[in-house]
């Protein structure tokens, strides 16, 4: 096996561990198609941007889109009624998106985990525990923010502010910016404690429990006090997170509008975006008329393998020049001969020029009369 | 290591100075010349020098760990960024002007000549005013002047090359100054460092 995985770029890798992991723990993979019909996203166009999902028509004259988002096709299919047993699902799967920073679209590559069931507090335990592993065998150091959507609204609804006030000021928490924060707040004529607990919201950071502890000064009422309740039970489970740090951060947001109550982002040192994304999502399948409750989370591949790259690597142990009028059959032989020592053999013409191509090679050789001889370097 | 893109030029160096203030020395800072990176071994730092509306992307895509950059541009490209901290430095306004003698047609369409394409657009949509957008890229106050548009939307600083055109500010939409950026993955596995630096600009911003 290792000397198979020496051959994957790093998000291959990845792949092929978390499928292991996510198989572990239980969770069956579930295939989706490429595409979905357009009226899912229409259905729930609160929870999802769809100005920017790419549409086309089938031979039917049905409008169909490329699926920007895996979680919605998977929890459609999930009955109405409560289910006899949670369903513990994992996908592997492309979603189409518009990057904001360019207005292209992208192809984002994905694996993602969804548990779906009955009301079940240790849910929220086995996700983080999956996200904390799954970063784990990403990154050799990494970080989760952690965060409830329950704190933060319900925090802000005590205030009374105007509906734009308080988007605006969520923006804000979203970039820390407790400057802008303070002058929206003057303007609102918001001032003493109430002003005190949303900059206090801001610029709170740092470890999940100490931070935890500081929170609870916050608490005013009981949408409030229900978050700090569901975050402090996620506390117990923080303890063994390897060399990873978990901060309660309640910047935390996430581009899909479904999330509500638990949410979290992972990030692994050495790749500038975000790695990993998720959270509870109720209130879609609330939506949807179902009757189980669901949280997961995916982890985009596609920046692993442009920033995590196995550094100093050849790309072949061997090369091998050989002339035209050489026994080739032979040589193929011999190149198997050696591939079942691990080796990894190119074989190139005698005039070609495999470093004007930018392909790195570790040792030289030329096929002569059946045998390999060295060539030196030059 | 801990690297800063700083937007060339003038404010640039007043980043500089402020960094200088709170304890960053870095006796190569202005010797560079052209150099358009600069290692400070001794407080572990490397500056980039690179064009202001290029800052936010070095940042966003993590290049740089942190950045100083004007909040026109954060506005206009809202990158996905923490923003630590307000430097009170290159203050400005993006304000709507037009001929000291023009009189608004409100039963028309405004033509409004800008670079601050996202800005307008939503501050004329946040009115609902029906409006035909211009996407300049220089010299925004020729505009009105030849009739390309009816306003211009641009940064207000002292007023001059406003008052040397016949122009005027109308109204303002946004006050603008310089603010501290951070990278989101870097600002985790750096987070003492970052908040030191913050913790230490804080104490030589200017009043107003």
Not at chain 1, 342 to 357: I, N, P, Q, W, Y
Not at chain 2, 149 to 155: E, K, L, M, T
Request: hydrophobic share 40%.
């Amino acid at each position: 096996m290792e000397a198979l995985t020496q051959s994957f770029s790093r998000d291959e890798l990845v792949l092929l561990q978390l499928r292991k992991l996510f198989e572990q723990r239980g969770f069956t993979r579930v295939k989706t198609g490429k595409f979905e019909e357009y009226a899912l996203y229409v259905e729930n166009k609160n929870f999802l941007d769809t100005e920017s999902i790419i549409t086309f028509m089938d031979l039917d004259g049905k409008l169909m889109a490329l699926k920007p988002d895996a979680t919605l096709s998977i929890v459609k299919n999930v009955p109405r009624k409560a289910m006899a047993a949670a369903q513990k699902l994992y996908y592997v799967d492309e979603v189409y998106r518009l990057a904001t920073e360019n207005r292209e679209y992208k192809v984002h590559n994905q694996i993602g985990v969804e548990l779906i069931g009955a009301d079940d507090c240790c849910a929220n335990l086995e996700i983080i525990d999956l996200a904390l592993e799954s970063l784990g065998l990403i990154g050799e150091r990494f970080a989760m923010d952690i965060s409830h959507l329950g704190f933060v609204s319900g925090l802000l609804a005590d205030m009374g502010l105007s509906h734009r006030a308080e988007s605006m000021i969520m923006d804000n928490i979203h970039a820390k910016n407790a400057w802008d924060i303070s002058r929206i707040l003057e303007q609102e004529g918001i001032n003493g404690d109430k002003r005190r607990r949303i900059l206090a919201l801001v610029e709170l950071h740092g470890g999940f429990s100490e931070s935890l502890e500081r929170a609870r000064e916050l608490v005013c009422n009981p949408r409030v006090e229900e978050a700090w309740q569901e975050l402090a039970q996620v506390g117990c489970i923080l303890k063994n997170s390897g060399c990873g740090s978990v901060n309660l951060d309640f910047s935390v947001v996430n581009d899909l509008d479904y999330y509500n109550g638990l949410i979290f982002r992972g990030y692994v040192e050495g790749v500038p975006s975000l790695v990993l994304t998720g959270g509870r999502y109720d209130n879609l399948l609330r939506r949807m008329g179902k009757q189980s409750r669901a949280i997961g989370f995916a982890v985009s591949l596609d920046e692993l393998g442009v920033h995590l790259k196995r550094r100093g690597q050849m790309d072949f142990d061997l090369l091998i020049s050989y002339a035209q009028d050489c026994d080739f059959a032979a040589l193929l032989t011999l190149v198997k001969e050696l591939n079942a020592q691990d080796k990894k053999v190119r074989l190139e013409r005698e005039d070609s020029d495999l470093s004007a191509v930018g392909l790195r090679y570790g040792r030289h050789m030329r096929y002569r009369a059946g045998e390999l001889e060295e060539v030196a370097p030059c | 290591m801990l690297s800063i893109a700083l937007p060339k030029g003038r404010l640039g160096d007043r980043v500089y100075r402020m960094l200088e203030q709170a304890g960053y020395r870095c006796a190569d800072f202005f010797d560079g010349g052209r150099k358009l990176i600069i290692e400070d071994k001794a407080n572990d730092l490397r500056y980039f020098l690179v064009k202001p509306s290029d800052v936010a992307i070095y940042v966003e895509r993590g290049a740089a760990d942190v950045g100083v950059v004007g909040k026109d541009i954060l506005l206009e490209s809202s990158p996905d960024v923490y923003e630590l901290l307000n430097l009170n430095i290159g203050r400005c306004r993006v304000a709507v002007a037009g001929p000291n003698d023009f009189v608004e047609d409100k039963g028309a369409t405004l033509r409004v000549a800008t670079k601050f394409v996202n800005i307008v657009k939503r501050y004329y949509a946040s009115k609902n005013r029906d409006m035909e957008l211009i996407h300049l890229n220089g010299s925004i106050e020729l505009a009105p002047i030849l009739g390309l548009s009816d306003v211009i939307v641009d940064i207000v600083e002292t007023g001059t090359t406003l008052k040397e055109n016949n122009l005027r500010v109308f109204c303002d939409i946004v006050d603008i100054s310089a603010r501290l950026i951070a990278n989101k993955s870097s600002y985790k596995f750096k987070t003492p460092r970052i908040d030191e630096m913050t913790e230490k600009l804080k104490e030589v911003i200017p009043n107003d």
